[in-house]
């Protein structure tokens, strides 16, 4: 009886042992599926990422090139990136593959930006040429069920260029378009002197009596037009004197050129030396989107003279 006893008891031990090695194992399948799920998830997050991080890459680095390539696509309509050789290119559409068996659609899209009166980025206002918003998009699993996407901005200021005009000596006459102001310019009145000093402009004799510099038209040769970013003066105002510029911007190399300050035509751009100042962004005295710029510069004095020894325009492609 005893032997009979343990030999049930053995056999329910044995028993219960296998449905608890059963469930263990049933446990075990269904974690790793769990496992395997998630890990496949996660595969799946990281080549999105990297899907969408190179499409960024290269929209920047085109725009890094040339901003009109991002500028003059239409808003709010698909373009993909494709690679010829060693070449990238925008082309309107989706790009539609599959990698590591996960098919995806994978586009992009423009859209203008505004900002407010203080600048700010904002839902309405004035457009602001040197700025766009662009959002990647990418559909990936069967019958494309997941999405993702990514926004940012890109803002024109990379490969910066500069109209440098460091001397005056070789004097007036020089109406442009030029590539390079090198030591001309266009029309200046009898109260300027460029001839005495090489390498600056000042006053001819101490008066209260505007004098005034008119440059040569400056070419950027960017035919869908530049982003002018700044100017920036080198030298001295001297005593109780004053340099203030006007600048004027075109589309066309024979104008029509209307000089204005920051404002209006009645105001000025009046910098100290060595400090730049940033151009408007949008309105009428904006020189964004123009190939060709101008700048007329004026000085006046109660002591002694101002003198200019260096004009900077820096600007963007």
């Known amino acids: 009886m005893i032997t009979n006893r343990f030999r049930g008891q053995s056999l329910l031990e044995a028993l219960l042992s296998i449905a608890l090695g059963v469930l263990l194992i049933g446990s075990s ?20 990422n990297s899907l969408m991080r190179q499409t960024a890459e290269v929209i920047q680095s085109l725009t890094n090139d040339n901003w009109h390539s991002i500028y003059d696509l239409t808003e709010v309509t698909n373009y993909k990136i494709s690679a010829s050789g060693n070449t990238w290119s925008i082309s309107s559409g989706q790009e539609i593959s599959t990698i590591n068996s996960i098919p995806y659609k994978r586009y992009f899209q423009v859209y203008n930006v505004t900002r407010d009166g203080s600048g700010n980025i904002f839902t309405s206002g004035t457009d602001d040429p040197s700025t766009q ?9 069967n019958n494309y069920v997941s999405s993702s996407s990514l926004p940012f901005y890109l803002t024109r200021s990379a490969n910066n260029q500069t109209f440098w005009q460091t001397d005056w000596l070789g004097g007036n006459g020089q109406t442009g378009p030029i590539s390079n102001p090198g030591n001309k310019f266009d029309t200046a009145d009898s109260n300027i002197n460029y001839a005495s000093t090489a390498g600056s402009i000042y006053i001819t004799t101490a008066t209260t009596t505007v004098a005034t510099l008119v440059s040569s038209i400056l070419d950027t040769s960017v035919s869908g037009g530049a982003g002018f970013n700044s100017l920036l003066w080198q030298g001295s105002l001297g005593t109780s004197g004053a340099v203030k510029f006007q600048i004027a911007s075109s589309t066309s190399s024979s104008g029509p050129w209307t000089y204005y300050g920051p404002t209006s035509t009645s105001d000025y751009y009046q910098p100290n030396p060595n400090v730049s100042i940033a151009f408007p962004t949008a309105g009428n005295t904006s020189p964004q989107n123009k190939r060709y710029i101008r700048y007329k510069v004026y000085l006046s004095t109660s002591s002694t003279t101002p003198q200019i020894n260096d004009i900077i325009i820096n600007w963007s492609p």
């Open 29 to 48: 399948v269904g974690l790793i599926g769990l496992s395997l799920k998630s890990f496949n998830s996660v595969k799946q997050r990281l080549q999105v």
């Open 133 to 141: 918003k662009i959002t990647i998009f990418l559909e990936y699993g």
